[in-house]
C-alpha cells in the first residue's frame, strides 16, 4: 500500500477543506494532511505518493505557504515519487488566469523526476479564459472552482480520485 502525504496552501480555508475531502474519498487519515509550510525533506521520504493543493492569488501567483515548499520539494529527492496537483480558484473574476497556481506547481516539479498522476483533467465543463494550468484541453491536476461551481465540486473530486486509485 503505497503512502499518501497531502499539502495544501490556503489563505481562507478554501484549498483546506478540498484537501480534507480529497483525504476522506481517498481514505487518507487526517495526520496525513498538512499545511504547505509544513514541509520538510524528511515528511517528503515518508511518502511514495504527493498530493499538492494550491489556490490561486495575486494575478496567477501560488498562495504563500508555498513559498518555502516549493524551495523544500525542488531539494528533495522526488525521483520514484507520484506527484498528483489540485488547486482552486475564482474562474468567473479572475478567468484570464484560472488554477494558475496549478501550473505553477507543475513548472517547478516537471524536472524534478518525479511521476504526476491525476494529470489529464478535460477542461470541458469549466468556463474561463486562459490558464497555465491547462494545455490542449486538459489541465495539469484536478482545477476546482469552489466559489461559482461548488456544486460541481464534489463531482469533479469523485472523478479524480478514482482516476487516481487507478495508478496507483
Ligand atoms: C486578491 C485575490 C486574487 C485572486 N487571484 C486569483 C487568480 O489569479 N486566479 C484564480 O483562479 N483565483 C484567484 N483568486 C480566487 C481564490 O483563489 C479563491 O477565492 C480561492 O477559493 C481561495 O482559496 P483559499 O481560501 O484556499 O486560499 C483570487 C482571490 C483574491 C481575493
Not at 498562495?63 to 489540485?86: E, I, N, P, R
Not at 480558484?89 to 479572475?94: I, L, T
Request: with cysteine.
Amino acid at each position: 500500500m503505497k503512502k499518501i502525504g497531502i499539502f495544501y496552501g490556503s489563505s481562507t480555508g478554501t484549498c483546506e477543506d478540498l484537501a480534507n475531502r480529497i483525504a476522506g474519498k481517498l481514505g487518507v487519515p487526517a495526520a496525513d494532511v498538512y499545511s504547505a509550510d509544513k514541509l520538510t525533506v524528511d515528511k517528503v521520504k515518508d511518502y511514495d505518493v504527493l498530493i499538492l493543493g494550491s489556490s490561486t492569488w495575486g494575478d496567477g501567483d501560488l498562495q504563500d505557504d508555498w513559498y518555502d515548499g516549493v524551495k523544500t520539494l525542488k531539494s528533495a529527492d522526488l525521483s520514484g515519487k507520484l506527484v498528483a496537483l489540485f488547486g482552486c480558484g475564482d474562474s468567473e473574476s479572475y478567468g484570464d488566469t484560472f488554477c494558475d497556481a496549478i501550473g505553477v506547481l507543475y513548472e517547478h516539479l516537471k524536472n524534478t523526476g518525479c511521476t504526476f498522476i491525476g494529470n489529464d483533467v478535460s477542461t470541458e465543463g469549466y468556463s474561463f479564459s486562459s490558464s497555465i494550468a491547462a494545455t490542449d484541453g486538459h489541465f495539469v491536476g484536478l482545477a476546482l472552482d469552489d466559489v461559482n461551481e461548488s456544486d460541481k465540486t464534489d463531482q469533479r473530486i469523485d472523478a479524480w480520485v478514482a482516476g487516481l486509485k487507478s495508478s496507483l
